[in-house]
């Protein structure tokens, strides 16, 4: 595809369902990055994905956040049992390739979660 | 834990005017992005800086990295309606640059 796109655009959700956001990178790229944004905020780093290497999980805030990256491309974020406190725009973004902070995030339009 | 923290928090100006805006840390970072993000939309990268003191221009946008690598800034020349937007700065952290921390970002409106 031309970029970075994620499903769904937006969800809405009751406290304590699960949800699954869905993030298709731009193909070929092999760095893969998840970012929660709230209101009037900066990003907070949730997990990175490089190749086949074990993803760095050390941004996610609680073990109800989860993902994984199929195949090296398609990447899911799971939140269970969601509260309010996860309502936020959750971003992804991915790179060509890991250079040492110096590489191009393309990020996607990113899914608006809202807990009630 | 490493925390940027970027200044103004919101700027309001007119078209024309010239503006600057800064991002500071205590920590060093390897390199630091500057990001323009729109309502509805992902940011997107405006520059890359990496060697301490490096000053790069884009077209009316000058930004600089400071000497330690600790802050950097983004002068606006004559700016535009087109140029508002949130303004994200990030350190690339980590034990090998791969997270990046962003800044709270500065929310800049140009008014015509």
């Known amino acids: 595809g031309a970029g970075v796109s994620q499903s769904p655009s937006n969800k809405v959700t009751e406290k304590g369902k699960d949800v699954e956001l869905r993030c298709d990178p731009i193909s070929g790229h092999t760095a893969l990055y998840w970012y929660r944004q709230s209101l009037g905020q900066g990003l907070e780093f949730l997990i990175y994905f490089q190749g086949n290497s074990a993803p760095d999980k050390s941004g996610l805030p609680s073990d109800r956040f989860s993902a994984e990256r199929t195949g090296g491309s398609v990447s899911t974020l799971t939140i269970q049992r969601t509260q309010q406190e996860d309502s936020a725009v959750y971003l992804c973004?991915?790179?060509?390739?890991?250079?040492?902070?110096?590489?191009?995030?393309?990020f996607g339009p990113g899914t608006r979660l809202l807990v009630l | 834990t490493q925390l940027l923290e970027q200044s103004p928090q919101f700027l309001s100006i007119q078209e024309g005017e010239n503006l600057t805006v800064y991002c500071n840390s205590s920590?060093?970072?390897?390199?630091l992005q500057w990001y323009r993000q729109e309502p509805g939309e992902g940011p997107v990268l405006l520059v890359t800086?990496?060697?301490?003191?490096e000053v790069k221009k884009l077209k009316r946008l000058t930004f600089q990295f400071g000497d330690a690598r600790k802050d950097s800034s983004l002068h606006i020349t004559a700016a535009q309606t087109g140029d508002t937007g949130l303004y994200l700065c990030a350190g690339a952290g980590g034990d090998y640059g791969q997270n990046f921390v962003f800044g709270p970002g500065t929310r800049l409106s140009v008014l015509p």
């Open positions: 800086v990496v060697t301490g003191g």
């Open positions: 920590s060093v970072f390897s390199s």
């Open positions: 973004a991915s790179s060509l390739a890991y250079w040492a902070g110096q590489e191009t995030q393309y």
